[in-house]
């Protein structure tokens, strides 16, 4: 569907990101700090077959032209239902369904199934971006009324965007991720001095168990990567899935890491874990995404049970990579308090909400404020526990 308007854009929907030539996508998401709304990654997710209407999430990306030019673009997703987007507002559908509101199909900005923070608008550089998010606001307001849904949601969304949205009428709901942040690390041991004496000997030991074990980790990424190792990781991903039951939120199939090794393996980095008696191929991995100085922790599985395998592959020895590769913020992925105490202090993130029934919105938006300000006293609270080495004042 195109809409022409004013004399100057062109406004279309898509329902594939086939629809948008590359080239033309990646000059707006290259620029952007999270790797997650490139063109490759999201196609992938769509070609593979893990990110699909039968599923649960239908594409309908909006983009506006000037003349042939991509100007800017929203990547969005009509859902059927909340899972799979790690903001949780199961509560508010519930009551919607009991005030006779459909809450679904709604409109969500995201990248599918990535809690990880740095959606807004892509607009390509030396465009007037007010005037393009107005029109996006806009455009989107349109097609929520006309479509009946009921409001359009934004997750995990680039902070410098908040005040942007918040002029458009949007709702902030504050929640917390866990993230780590490089304070000027040179090496493994910088990052170990951070903490008290107990805590340092806690995480030393983890990593010893991991090492008398006769496990040796090794971190791969890029073209260091075997080719084989896309499709176990699958394996590992699925059995960590299946564990967690319909809260796995397991929605990628064995084709989607396949595809990653062709067009995406230069932002991946697995740590494996290998036997020192069967070197071949690894017993457990984490998956993980870098671009530029960032570095985000996705998915991770192992065939058995190690004592602390999973904290090492997972945190100690990304963090490890990380400090020798510059990486300034390592975000590990959803949920885990257990984070904390290896120094992911309890970080905001934050969601935008804008519902379109009157009634709903005079419930829900006041709750939004109250919530917030208990959650950053949450936060506050979760981060006076870190086992960090007390500053004398």
Same mark, same amino acid.
């Given at each position: 569907?195109?809409?022409?308007?004013?004399?100057?854009?062109?406004?279309?929907?898509?329902?594939?990101?086939?629809?948008?030539?590359?080239?033309?996508?990646?000059?707006?998401?290259?620029?952007?700090?999270?790797?997650?709304?490139?063109?490759?990654?999201?196609?992938?997710?769509?070609?593979?077959?893990?990110?699909?209407?039968?599923?649960?999430?239908?594409?309908?990306?909006?983009?506006?032209?000037?003349?042939?030019?991509?100007?800017?673009?929203?990547?969005?997703?009509?859902?059927?239902?909340?899972?799979?987007?790690?903001?949780?507002?199961?509560?508010?559908?519930?009551?919607?369904?009991?005030?006779?509101?459909?809450?679904?199909?709604?409109?969500?900005?995201?990248?599918? &199934?990535?809690? !990880?923070?740095?959606?807004?608008?892509?607009?390509?550089?030396? @465009?007037?971006?007010?005037? +393009?998010?107005? %029109? =996006?606001?806009?455009?989107?307001?349109?097609?929520?009324?006309?479509?009946?849904?009921?409001?359009?949601?934004?997750?995990?969304?680039?902070?410098?965007?908040?005040?942007?949205?918040?002029?458009?009428?949007?709702?902030?709901?504050?929640?917390?991720?866990?993230?780590?942040?490089?304070?000027?690390?040179?090496?493994?041991?910088?990052?170990?001095?951070?903490?008290?004496?107990?805590?340092?000997?806690?995480?030393?030991?983890?990593?010893?168990? &991991?090492?008398? !074990?006769?496990?040796?980790?090794?971190?791969?990424?890029?073209? @260091?990567?075997?080719?084989? +190792?896309?499709? %176990? =990781?699958?394996?590992?991903?699925?059995?960590?899935?299946?564990?967690?039951?319909?809260?796995?939120?397991?929605?990628?199939?064995?084709?989607?890491?396949?595809?990653?090794?062709?067009?995406?393996?230069?932002?991946?980095?697995?740590?494996?874990?290998?036997?020192?008696?069967?070197?071949?191929?690894?017993?457990?991995?984490?998956?993980?995404?870098?671009?530029?100085?960032?570095?985000?922790?996705?998915?991770?599985?192992?065939?058995?049970?190690?004592?602390?395998?999973?904290?090492?592959?997972?945190?100690?020895?990304?963090?490890?990579?990380?400090?020798?590769?510059?990486?300034?913020?390592?975000?590990?992925?959803?949920?885990?308090?257990?984070?904390?105490?290896?120094?992911?202090?309890?970080?905001?993130?934050?969601?935008?909400?804008?519902?379109?029934?009157?009634?709903?919105?005079?419930?829900?938006?006041?709750?939004?404020?109250?919530?917030?300000?208990?959650?950053?006293?949450?936060?506050?609270?979760?981060?006076?526990?870190?086992?960090?080495?007390?500053?004398?004042?």
């Amino acid at each position: 569907m195109v809409k022409q308007i004013q004399s100057t854009y062109s406004v279309n929907w898509h329902q594939k990101i086939a629809e948008v030539p590359q080239p033309a996508w990646d000059a707006l998401a290259q620029t952007l700090k999270t790797p997650f709304f490139e063109w490759d990654w999201l196609h992938n997710l769509e070609s593979s077959g893990s990110i699909t209407p039968q599923n649960g999430w239908l594409p309908n990306h909006l983009t506006v032209w000037r003349d042939r030019n991509l100007v800017a673009a929203a990547p969005l997703y009509l859902k059927g239902h909340s899972y799979g987007e790690f903001v949780f507002d199961h509560q508010w559908a519930d009551l919607a369904n009991r005030m006779g509101i459909k809450y679904y199909p709604k409109l969500v900005g995201m990248s599918p &199934v990535t809690p !990880a923070e740095g959606y807004r608008f892509l607009i390509a550089p030396g @465009e007037d971006e007010i005037a +393009l998010t107005a %029109l =996006m606001v806009a455009q989107i307001d349109r097609f929520c009324q006309e479509h009946r849904l009921s409001g359009c949601h934004f997750l995990y969304i680039d902070p410098q965007w908040q005040s942007i949205m918040e002029g458009h009428g949007f709702t902030t709901w504050i929640n917390h991720s866990y993230v780590w942040q490089n304070s000027g690390f040179e090496n493994f041991d910088d990052y170990l001095a951070v903490f008290n004496a107990n805590q340092r000997r806690n995480i030393k030991r983890e990593r010893k168990a &991991v090492s008398q !074990a006769g496990l040796v980790l090794k971190a791969l990424s890029a073209e @260091e990567i075997p080719e084989s +190792l896309f499709s %176990l =990781m699958y394996d590992f991903y699925s059995d960590t899935c299946d564990k967690f039951g319909w809260w796995g939120s397991k929605y990628l199939n064995r084709t989607f890491f396949q595809q990653l090794q062709s067009n995406y393996s230069h932002r991946i980095l697995f740590v494996a874990a290998y036997q020192e008696t069967a070197p071949q191929q690894p017993i457990g991995m984490s998956f993980c995404v870098t671009k530029g100085d960032r570095l985000y922790g996705r998915y991770w599985g192992c065939q058995q049970e190690f004592d602390s395998l999973h904290f090492d592959a997972c945190y100690y020895t990304p963090i490890e990579w990380a400090i020798a590769h510059k990486i300034q913020v390592f975000d590990p992925g959803a949920g885990g308090r257990h984070k904390k105490r290896r120094g992911f202090p309890a970080t905001p993130n934050r969601s935008l909400h804008r519902f379109c029934d009157r009634r709903f919105a005079q419930i829900v938006l006041p709750y939004i404020k109250e919530v917030n300000v208990l959650e950053e006293r949450e936060i506050a609270a979760l981060n006076q526990g870190i086992p960090f080495v007390q500053k004398q004042s």
